[in-house]
């Protein structure tokens, strides 16, 4: 079966926590704070690898979960760091965050390397909260919380031609004919369920070409087979457009040409740029003759490169190749994907959150508030006044007025309340 798509979920490790711990020894009645640091979380890590070329691995593992970091220990020892986990993932995958389907990474490069979720960050222990009037703190800090994703893995297969057309057109018989992949050939329609990938030689350079299902009307619509895979052509250089020159039905090559033109460029916009070849298949056959001038003419007027070739008997492939080869040079490599995942600044990343909850009443809240207040002995007079530093510095004060606050009006801050006076 071949896999291209997945959704997985991925969650790095929670930091360890700071430790809370006093020296103690023998004759030292009040030794100082020993509380060590707690260990940093796991990241999850993302590598593309040039060994793999399938998700199929994802069929059965769907959850990743790296280790948290050890918490922090007495005597000044710290928690260990979590190792990373490693997620390799073949050349040409795309990460996306599956609520918003915004890309995080586009794993385009071999040997790519990506954190997808940072691990938590180990928390302080309280040796680091010892100061001259606070000798013996009985605060340390929580580690970092983990980050938690679920993804939507994508692969592209990377080839430099796309072959596409109308179902039984030939493209399957053209790959097998100039490349060493062996796909399903026969005389009807969705022969190819899923895209078969083959590696032309030529005298210039080799190149990767792909057959991708038959296209049909309506097909940017979900009719049909082939625009599932579309996607698979996006990154192609050139796309080799296959017509059948002797259109068994009513149809002529023109029409049809056309129609799968405006099925690739009602699934993208990307898909208009791309250059084409007109490849008129099955020139072996007596209907084939009657539609060649009407063909050249259309491809003149649009200028498309036409090449008249019969796949089943090799006529005209040697040539076709040739000119891909050479055409292919001239050309850059595809776009990337631009990556357009942004972290939501939510309630653990945001240091102050300032809330109007009702006339006259707010409230202050976020992670660096919070834990001020844990280290912060506010019955204390010097307790009291760096409380109020903090706010003035931190421009907490001013946060609040452009929110509306006045004299009198009170302040909500974990279970605290305070009335505000300047
Ligand atoms: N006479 C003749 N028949 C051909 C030629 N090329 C392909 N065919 C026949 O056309 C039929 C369809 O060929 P395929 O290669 O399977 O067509 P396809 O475009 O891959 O079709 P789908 O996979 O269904 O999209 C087969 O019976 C082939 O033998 C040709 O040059 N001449
Ligand atoms: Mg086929």
Redo the contacts with the bound molecule.
């Keep these: 079966m071949f896999i291209d798509k997945v959704e997985i979920s991925v969650k790095s490790g929670a930091g360890g926590n700071g430790c809370v711990s006093f020296r103690r020894e023998k004759y030292i009645p009040n030794g100082g704070p020993d509380g060590g640091d707690g260990g940093k979380g796991g990241d999850i890590v993302f590598v593309s690898d040039t060994g793999l070329n399938s998700l199929i691995d994802f069929r059965y593992k769907k959850k990743f979960v790296a280790k948290s970091g050890e918490n922090g220990g007495k005597k000044n020892c710290s928690g260990k760091d979590a190792d990373d986990l490693i997620i390799k993932v073949p050349v040409g995958t795309i990460i996306r965050e599956a609520n918003s389907k915004k890309i995080m990474a586009d794993m385009s490069q071999p040997n790519q390397k990506r954190i997808i979720a940072k691990g938590g960050k180990g928390g302080n222990g309280n040796q680091h909260y010892a100061t001259s009037r606070r000798q013996a703190p009985r605060y340390s800090e929580q580690g970092g919380m983990p980050q938690e994703y679920k993804l939507i893995l994508e692969l592209k297969l990377i080839a430099d031609v796309g072959?596409v057309?109308?179902?039984?057109?030939?493209?399957?018989?053209?790959?097998?004919m100039v490349t060493n992949a062996k796909?399903?050939?026969?005389?009807?329609?969705?022969?190819?369920l899923a895209p078969n990938l083959g590696v032309v030689r030529s005298k210039f350079n080799d190149f990767v070409m792909a057959?991708i299902?038959?296209l049909i009307e309506g097909a940017s619509h979900g009719m049909g087979l082939?625009y599932e895979f579309l996607r698979h052509i996006e990154r192609t250089k050139l796309l080799l457009h296959?017509v059948?020159l002797?259109c068994p039905d009513a149809s002529n090559p023109v029409d049809n040409i056309k129609k799968i033109n405006n099925e690739l460029f009602e699934y993208s916009k990307a898909l208009e740029g791309k250059k084409q070849i007109i490849v008129g298949?099955?020139?072996?056959?007596p209907n084939a003759q009657k539609n060649i001038e009407e063909l050249e003419k259309f491809c003149l007027q649009n200028n498309y490169k036409l090449f008249l070739?019969?796949?089943?008997?090799n006529?005209g492939l040697n040539e076709l190749m040739l000119y891909t080869a050479k055409l292919l040079e001239t050309i850059e490599d595809t776009v990337t994907f631009s990556e357009d995942y942004v972290e939501e600044e939510t309630v653990e990343n945001k240091r102050f959150i300032v809330e109007k909850i009702c006339d006259g009443y707010f409230k202050v809240s976020g992670k660096a508030v919070e834990k001020m207040m844990g280290y912060t002995n506010l019955e204390t007079d010097e307790g009291f006044n760096f409380f109020q530093k903090y706010f003035r510095e931190n421009k907490i004060i001013d946060l609040l007025k452009e929110k509306g606050m006045q004299e009198g009006d009170t302040i909500k801050i974990l279970n605290y309340e305070f009335e505000y006076f300047e």
């Design positions: 072959l057309g109308m179902p039984n057109a030939g493209k399957s018989t053209l790959l097998s796909p399903k050939i026969a005389n009807y329609q969705f022969t190819t057959d299902p038959g082939g296959v059948d002797a298949n099955k020139i072996d056959l070739i019969s796949a089943a008997t006529v």
